[in-house]
Each structure stands twice: as C-alpha cells, then as structure tokens.
C-alpha cells in the first residue's frame, strides 16, 4: 500500500520569503513523487516530479522539490514566495510496482502569502 | 497546450438518479483516471482504465460505478443511483504511458445529490 503525509493543513508565509511545504510518502517499491496545485474551483495542474537521478528537481513558477530517499520526504520549496502562490498543494506518490498507475494523494496544504 | 476536459462543470441530481459525468482525455493519452474530492478532504482515486478496459479501482468504485470509453475520444463516469454521499467534485485525468508521466486533470465536475 502507498501512502502521503502532509503535516501541515496551512503554511504562512511573507511575500519575499522562502517556502516550504512538507510532505514524506510511504511505498513498498520505489517511488514516483509528484506535486500539485490547485487553484479555487480549478483541477489540479502539475508542478513537478521525481523519477529518478537528481535528488533537486525544478518545476513551475520557480518550485523546486527535494528528495530524500532515508527520511522519505519529497518537500516543496521556493526560494520568494510570491502573494500569487497562494493555493492548495497536493503532494502524491506512485509505486513503481503498481500496474494500475493510480496516484495516492496526501491531505493537501493551503499556502497563504501575504504581502 | 492540450488539456483534459470535462462536462458539465456543475451537475446536480436528485437522490437515487442515474448520472454521467463526461471527459475528453488528451488525444494521444493512453491511461485514463477518475478520481474525487469530497469538499475538504483529500483527492481520492476511483479507477484507472486502460486498453479498454479497467486495470484498477478502489473500493470506493462498487457496483453502482461504471465507466465507459464508447467512441474513442470521450471517456465516461456513470453513477447508477446516486446517493448524498456521492456528491463531490469528480476530476478527470490522462496519461501518457507508464508510471513515471504525470497525469493531466481536468477541470472537474462539480455534482451534487439532493
């Protein structure tokens, strides 16, 4: 079974100042990490991921992702927030086993910047 | 930038009513999702579909889920007899190939049950 945990339900943050929005995973294989935003009353649009190779991964609107394979964590960050990232972050995992290509979702962040 | 959509935005039902809430996948995707969000919590998968047929479903997906891909372009989500607890938004999603692509989701299906 796969599993996601975001333990933070709200991150505040300045506009200017770095973010970073939590996230670890549980698989039985190896992992296929993936992040999301969602906009009010939109689907979900696709940040970023992490197949393989560099631990760092860059994404949209200047989101980069760090994987850690012994803590398993795949945190997002940003180095300035901006007041137009406020949104909610969905941070999921496949397995790599998994035939079915299902994405399991953790319970999402909301992200406030405040100017 | 091709995009997954769906129809209609907002459906509301009345209790035990048949619904189906319609998707265009992207065209040259080759898994296809549906997953919801019950308003707050999180986004929970319902079936994968691919080849023509489902590869896998959680046990939310029971028998009065059923999903079809009739004409090679629109890929469906039929509610048999819906219940309260089915109200949700339903979002829609493709793939291009194997684990490693990320999917695609549609701007969702607002239903409601009444």
């Known amino acids: 079974a796969q599993s996601v945990a975001q333990p933070e339900d709200q991150v505040n943050v300045a506009e200017g100042n770095p973010l970073t929005v939590k996230c670890t995973y549980s698989?039985?294989?190896?992992?296929?990490l993936f992040w999301y935003v969602q906009y009010p009353n939109r689907g979900l649009q696709f940040l970023l991921k992490y197949i393989t190779g560099d631990n760092l991964v860059k994404g949209s609107y200047g989101f980069e992702a760090e994987f850690n394979k012994s803590q398993t964590s795949f945190h997002l960050k940003k180095p300035s927030a901006l007041v137009s990232d406020s949104a909610l972050y969905f941070c999921a995992v496949r397995d790599m086993g998994n035939a079915g290509n299902m994405l399991t979702f953790g319970g999402g962040t909301r992200l406030m910047v405040k100017p | 930038e091709p995009e997954v959509t769906q129809t209609p935005s907002h459906q509301v039902t009345q209790m035990g009513q048949e619904v189906i809430l319609r998707c265009v996948p992207i065209s040259n995707h080759l898994y296809f999702y549906w997953y919801r969000q019950i308003l707050g919590q999180k986004v929970e998968f319902l079936v994968s579909f691919y080849n023509n047929e489902i590869s896998e479903k959680s046990e939310i997906f029971d028998d009065q889920f059923s999903v079809e891909r009739p004409d090679g372009s629109n890929f469906t989500l039929k509610i048999r007899s819906t219940k309260l607890e089915d109200s949700a938004m339903y979002f829609c999603?493709?793939?291009?190939?194997?684990?490693?692509?990320?999917?695609?989701f549609g701007q969702g299906t607002r239903l409601t049950v009444v």
């Open positions: 698989v039985s294989g190896n992992p296929y």
């Open positions: 999603a493709s793939t291009l190939g194997g684990p490693n692509t990320e999917a695609f």
